[in-house]
């Protein structure tokens, strides 16, 4: 399994976090070539993260927004 440098890695929250300060929510990075390193906003720096392939992040993605509609 391939290991990731996301000691610089600038995570960011979803814009449809909520009012309370978005601790109910997932981060992201961007900036890792190929990939979409995913974790829990709760735990932030002390969260596990999840690696997913870009397109398969794009798919969920899509699929979120037309399946919310």
Known sequence: MREYD?????????????GDG???CIEV???VPGVI????SKLAADSPVL???????TAFVTFTHTSAT
């Open 22 to 24: 978005g601790e109910e």
């Open 37 to 40: 390193p995913v974790r829990d």
């Open 51 to 57: 690696i997913f392939p870009a397109s398969a992040w």
């Open 6 to 18: 996301l000691s610089n890695a600038r995570w960011r929250k979803s814009s449809h976090s909520g």
């Open 29 to 31: 990075a961007d900036g």
